[in-house]
């Protein structure tokens, strides 16, 4: 199994979710810059979709006809009281959400960045993807919180494990003609 390095987004933006609650600076969640997407969401509310997409991924990164074997990401993130955690967190493929919601109990960090990493070698979030799901430029994430605090987004950043197409095994006229 091969893995590819950590890769940022190249696109990113707050997408409506019916709440009406925007991310600002969204933006600013496509780089490990200590500049952060920010949302406040109100007591019983909950915020739009924090998107992100296009991470860049190429063949060269993931041959054609690989195997997708799992997806990891990492979330550098905060919030500005203590005891909240994301709502929504799912993968992002060309005909939208999918997979399972990712959203973790643990809680955000309380004034201070910290990183939590989901998924992993073998951890495919509920779904099925192709190479070319991932190298789209569609491919990403969406996060969505909860509660009545302010919530900052360093980055979200996402490697893909993976094992190559393709045989390694020669045909048998190969060591005929030997």
Known sequence: MAVTDYKFAGTAATVDNGTS???????????????????????????????????GFSSSDIPSGST????????????????YYENELYLRKASGRTGSNMASTTIWALSSPTEKTYG?????CGTTL?????????FGIELATTKNTTFHVDYIKI???YTAGGSSVKPYYYYLNQ
């Open 21 to 55: 609650v925007d991310w600002s600076n969204p933006d600013y969640a496509k780089a490990d810059d200590t500049s952060y997407a920010s949302c406040k969401v109100p007591k019983n509310g909950a915020s739009d979709l924090l998107t992100l997409s296009n991470f």
């Open 68 to 83: 997708i074997d799992g997806i990891e990401f990492v979330m550098s993130r905060y919030a500005d009281s203590d005891l």
């Open 120 to 124: 992993g070698a073998t951890e495919m």
């Open 130 to 138: 192709t190479q070319s799901d991932i190298v789209a430029s569609t």
């Open 159 to 161: 490697r893909v494990y």
